[in-house]
């Protein structure tokens, strides 16, 4: 006999085989029961391994991403983007598309409150001002975390001592060719010997994705700080455009986003 | 020979309305939630495609949603036949294991209406939905929670949607290869005769029912 309660009628539904037909059963009389509660324990177990996974998780990644770094910097395919790493960059962008810019059509705009604003191309930014490189890690503020990044640039600094920003400014607002992405620095920030204007990254000149050809790279910073697609650096006086501070900062980020000290965060600085 | 095996068109039942619509909302849910997901996790897509504050919108409302279908299936008298198929995919038989450690080579002899690959999709899927609505509420409210959850949460979330990507790939695969489980799930019925050969001990139940 079957275990448990009989199914009920009408286990054949509408147009099921004709009434008063009795098919063949099989003869095998002694089925064995269908009792051990499986599903149940199986349910059970995977909220159980998924809340643990929510406690320590973060343990786990950590090892994982440790085992898993030399698969993935040197990853050619594509494929570990598959992997449940947090040490990748996730591309965001705000926009509905990747803005694009050639490396010949590329320009760079400096000015706002400055004696001699500018307007600089690649060679400028890659061959004529005195170039920095530094190998730093990335931190996003959503988590992930990419170890030992290598930028090369133009120190923002330097950048704008070639213009002569005047001693009154008080901050830097950077404008993205995307047309919404907005950031801010304090003139102090902007002249922090880890903020760069990057052309390179990762050993190459910076992709369309990460923002490229032309980023900011603002070392000490969550990375919303490291605007992408830069298209022009304006010194001023006030804070004073819609888009001030920042796009993530008016949707509630910190505008100071030091790594480990903002945004309710504790990550190791970078 | 009985009248029902000469019948060429005698059909059972097999999944009614209730499950038919269950199934399908969770199916249109799912993709939605694996498209958005996928757009928002792989790097070079969510560069293609961009759009993130979009995506990221219509993939947390339709996570809300994911376990609507479920509860409204629940709601009412008509979840009797769907009470009854769960019970049928949590209690396992000797011959279910039989048919998981061979991998499908052996257990058919008495093979119910599900065999234990379906059982186990059925309760994978299932097991899915309170994990990726728990980890996906963490990773969307994260101030209330520790630091540390967040960074937990998306491990889960992340590992476990690569898992049910892969399984209902598998699933898909399966039914596409399979048109009698893939009409059954569209009409609701399957061939009586398809019932009594590949389905013993079910067919056993439809007739025990059906006195």
């Given at each position: 006999?079957?275990?448990?309660?009989?199914?009920?009628?009408?286990?054949?539904?509408?147009?099921?085989?004709?009434?008063?037909?009795?098919?063949?059963?099989?003869?095998?009389?002694?089925?064995?029961?269908?009792?051990?509660?499986?599903?149940?324990?199986?349910?059970?177990?995977?909220?159980?391994?998924?809340?643990?996974?929510?406690?320590?998780?973060?343990?786990?990644?950590?090892?994982?991403?440790?085992?898993?770094?030399?698969?993935?910097?040197?990853d050619r395919t594509g494929l570990s983007a598959f992997l449940p790493t947090s040490s990748r960059f996730r591309i965001y962008s705000v926009t509905g598309s990747l803005p694009h810019r050639t490396d010949l059509e590329y320009r760079l705009t400096v000015d706002?409150?400055?004696?001699?604003?500018?307007?600089?191309?690649?060679?400028?930014?890659?061959?004529r001002l005195p170039q920095r490189a530094l190998t730093k890690d990335f931190q996003c503020v959503t988590g992930w975390r990419v170890p030992d990044v290598p930028w090369e640039g133009v120190r923002l600094a330097d950048l704008l001592e070639e213009v002569g920003a005047r001693p009154d400014a008080?901050?830097?607002?950077?404008?993205?060719?995307?047309?919404?992405?907005?950031e801010t620095l304090t003139m102090e920030q902007a002249r922090r010997d880890d903020v760069l204007v990057a052309h390179h990254m990762l050993g190459a000149p910076v992709t369309r994705e990460h923002g490229g050809p032309v980023r900011l790279y603002v070392a000490p910073m969550y990375g919303y700080k490291s605007l992408k697609w830069l298209d022009r650096v304006e010194v001023v006086t006030e804070l004073d455009e819609p888009s001030d501070p920042g796009y993530w900062e008016n949707l509630g980020y910190d505008t100071d986003a030091w790594v480990g000290s903002s945004n309710g965060r504790r990550d190791e600085a970078t | 020979m009985t009248t029902l095996e000469r019948d060429v068109d005698a059909r059972v039942l097999r999944f009614d309305r209730t499950e038919r619509w269950l199934h399908w909302s969770n199916a249109v849910l799912f993709l939605i939630l694996l498209a958005t997901g996928m757009t928002l996790y792989i790097g070079p897509l969510a560069a293609l495609v961009g759009r993130r504050v979009l995506l990221k919108d219509v993939h947390v409302i339709s996570g809300l949603l994911l376990p609507v279908p479920l509860l409204a299936a629940y709601a009412g008298s008509w979840r009797a036949r769907l009470r009854q198929d769960v019970r049928r995919f949590a209690r396992w038989s000797v011959d279910d294991w039989r048919w998981l450690r061979t991998l499908g080579r052996h257990g058919h002899e008495r093979m119910g209406k599900f065999n234990a690959g379906q059982k186990l999709n059925a309760i994978f899927v299932a097991g899915c939905i309170p994990v990726m609505l728990m980890t996906g509420v963490i990773m969307r409210w994260f101030s209330p929670f520790p630091l540390a959850w967040r960074t937990g949460a998306t491990f889960v979330h992340d590992s476990l949607a690569l898992t049910l990507g892969a399984v209902v790939l598998g699933h898909i695969l399966k039914a596409l290869a399979e048109p009698v489980a893939m009409r059954s799930m569209r009409t609701g019925m399957v061939p009586a005769e398809h019932v009594r050969l590949r389905h013993p001990r079910w067919w056993r139940e439809v007739v025990s029912a059906d006195d």
């Amino acid at each position: 006999m079957l275990q448990g309660p009989p199914p009920r009628r009408p286990i054949s539904g509408g147009a099921a085989y004709p009434r008063g037909v009795l098919p063949q059963t099989p003869q095998d009389a002694e089925l064995p029961p269908e009792d051990a509660p499986v599903g149940r324990r199986a349910l059970l177990g995977m909220l159980g391994l998924g809340t643990l996974g929510v406690l320590w998780g973060a343990k786990v990644q950590s090892g994982l991403d440790r085992a898993l770094r030399p698969i993935t910097l040197n990853d050619r395919t594509g494929l570990s983007a598959f992997l449940p790493t947090s040490s990748r960059f996730r591309i965001y962008s705000v926009t509905g598309s990747l803005p694009h810019r050639t490396d010949l059509e590329y320009r760079l705009t400096v000015d706002g409150h400055v004696d001699r604003p500018a307007t600089l191309d690649l060679t400028d930014l890659r061959q004529r001002l005195p170039q920095r490189a530094l190998t730093k890690d990335f931190q996003c503020v959503t988590g992930w975390r990419v170890p030992d990044v290598p930028w090369e640039g133009v120190r923002l600094a330097d950048l704008l001592e070639e213009v002569g920003a005047r001693p009154d400014a008080s901050h830097v607002r950077f404008w993205s060719f995307d047309g919404v992405y907005t950031e801010t620095l304090t003139m102090e920030q902007a002249r922090r010997d880890d903020v760069l204007v990057a052309h390179h990254m990762l050993g190459a000149p910076v992709t369309r994705e990460h923002g490229g050809p032309v980023r900011l790279y603002v070392a000490p910073m969550y990375g919303y700080k490291s605007l992408k697609w830069l298209d022009r650096v304006e010194v001023v006086t006030e804070l004073d455009e819609p888009s001030d501070p920042g796009y993530w900062e008016n949707l509630g980020y910190d505008t100071d986003a030091w790594v480990g000290s903002s945004n309710g965060r504790r990550d190791e600085a970078t | 020979m009985t009248t029902l095996e000469r019948d060429v068109d005698a059909r059972v039942l097999r999944f009614d309305r209730t499950e038919r619509w269950l199934h399908w909302s969770n199916a249109v849910l799912f993709l939605i939630l694996l498209a958005t997901g996928m757009t928002l996790y792989i790097g070079p897509l969510a560069a293609l495609v961009g759009r993130r504050v979009l995506l990221k919108d219509v993939h947390v409302i339709s996570g809300l949603l994911l376990p609507v279908p479920l509860l409204a299936a629940y709601a009412g008298s008509w979840r009797a036949r769907l009470r009854q198929d769960v019970r049928r995919f949590a209690r396992w038989s000797v011959d279910d294991w039989r048919w998981l450690r061979t991998l499908g080579r052996h257990g058919h002899e008495r093979m119910g209406k599900f065999n234990a690959g379906q059982k186990l999709n059925a309760i994978f899927v299932a097991g899915c939905i309170p994990v990726m609505l728990m980890t996906g509420v963490i990773m969307r409210w994260f101030s209330p929670f520790p630091l540390a959850w967040r960074t937990g949460a998306t491990f889960v979330h992340d590992s476990l949607a690569l898992t049910l990507g892969a399984v209902v790939l598998g699933h898909i695969l399966k039914a596409l290869a399979e048109p009698v489980a893939m009409r059954s799930m569209r009409t609701g019925m399957v061939p009586a005769e398809h019932v009594r050969l590949r389905h013993p001990r079910w067919w056993r139940e439809v007739v025990s029912a059906d006195d």
